[in-house]
């Protein structure tokens, strides 16, 4: 067991986060539209360029402390345990960094044996969120995971007797995939106790290889009804089981909600590490170049392959209603006086209106929330209250 985990709570922990992208993966998902490569022959010039970003952008953070350091990708846990050292070194180097940090790496089932779990658990790191996305072997075929079932279930049976705080992810919607094995699925992480899971729709990204197999009739297209029906399955039966559906894709037991997350959702500051991460300070955006090559030419130059934009206040008020509108703490009415003026609380209450009649939102006291009913359209619905 990780004896030394994070401090957790469901609120916020004050302190700012720093997200790591490894883009390396040993197969491509079928799903997938992230930044990553199969291949790792770059692997040791991109980690010294990751270390080099770190130092060269130390001054973004000269006056915050680091409450949250997530490695993502890509696979990071196509990593070494010495790699993953390495960064967090760098990290500490060149920051402040609190005394109990939530320092999360994203893992595949194949990546974590028995040894590699082991040795994770003797390191700093002290989250695993771990894509197991479904525990029958056709879907995982169908997305073409690197890993099978079995491997999944051992994996979590290793994981839980190493670490405490773990998060898994789950995929509903698949083609194939009927209501009683997805409610197999979620059943089976409940008899695992894990305390954090992550669950999304399976989507049809444009470009990506399930775009094509669908388009040329070889895998069955998403069915939105399925999709909305497990969705509901996965509220009712997490939540049953003590879980607070806290984000529109997460759900957490009391003690165990994402940390880095909630501060991305509360409009916290962020700075992204690697090609294609993203960064945020509440008044501007920025992102860096999608590309191993161009990012590890460009770091090795001292120079920081990224672009920005500045949001403007309109960018503001819709960032934070698409982003308050999905969590539980929801839109506070007050917050948008205050920050925005009272022509932009007037508008909202005008535009909820409709949703409002609909029970598809509701006022909690100051807050606009989206019901039940609501929930599966919920992007959708802070789409129509946006300023543009």
């Not at 089932?109 to 072997?137: A, M, T, W, Y």
């Not at 992480?189 to 894990?194: R, S, T």
């Not at 209450?349 to 006022?363: R, T, V």
Request: hydrophobic residues 35%; negative net charge; contains cysteine.
């Amino acid at each position: 067991m990780n004896l030394n985990p994070q401090t957790n709570s469901t609120e916020y922990v004050e302190g700012v986060g720093i997200y790591i992208h490894i883009p390396f993966c040993k197969q491509a998902c079928f799903y997938c539209d992230f930044h990553f490569s199969t291949s790792l022959k770059k692997k040791d010039e991109l980690i010294d360029a990751l270390i080099t970003e770190l130092e060269l952008r130390k001054s973004e953070f000269k006056n915050d402390t680091v409450a949250t350091i997530y490695f993502g990708g890509g696979t990071p846990s196509v990593l070494s345990l010495a790699e993953i050292e390495k960064i967090l070194t760098a990290v500490y180097t060149h920051y402040k960094v609190t005394a109990n940090p939530e320092i999360t790496l994203e893992a595949n089932p194949d990546d974590l044996s028995e040894s590699k779990i082991l040795e994770l658990s003797k390191s700093k790191i002290n989250r695993l969120s771990i894509g197991v996305q479904s525990f029958f072997e056709a879907d995982l075929k169908l997305m073409n995971r690197a890993h099978n079932a079995a491997e999944a279930k051992t994996c979590l049976t290793l994981a839980t007797q190493y670490f405490d705080n773990i998060s898994v992810d789950l995929i509903y919607g698949i083609p194939g995939a009927s209501h009683e094995q997805w409610q197999e699925n979620i059943q089976t992480l409940l008899d695992f106790n894990i305390p954090h899971i992550s669950s999304y729709a399976l989507t049809v990204e444009p470009k990506t290889a399930l775009d094509t197999l669908i388009k040329k009739g070889k895998i069955e297209d998403v069915n939105e009804a399925q999709a909305e029906t497990q969705f509901h399955m996965l509220i009712s039966q997490l939540t049953t089981n003590g879980f607070q559906h806290y984000e529109l894709s997460n759900f957490g037991k009391p003690g165990y909600f994402s940390i880095n997350n909630s501060a991305y959702w509360k409009g916290k500051k962020y700075i992204g590490i690697g090609p294609s991460a993203h960064s945020f300070t509440g008044e501007s955006r920025s992102w860096n170049v999608s590309n191993n090559s161009k990012y590890i030419k460009a770091i090795q130059s001292n120079t920081l392959p990224s672009e920005i934009e500045y949001l403007s206040v309109n960018d503001k008020y819709n960032e934070y209603v698409m982003t308050g509108l999905r969590t539980i703490w929801g839109v506070s009415i007050q917050t948008i006086e205050t920050q925005f003026g009272s022509d932009f609380k007037s508008y909202l209450l005008a535009q909820s209106d409709k949703y409002l009649k609909a029970e598809m939102l509701y006022l909690e006291g100051d807050n606009l929330k989206v019901s039940n009913k609501g929930k599966f359209l919920s992007d959708g619905i802070a789409s129509h209250l946006f300023k543009i």
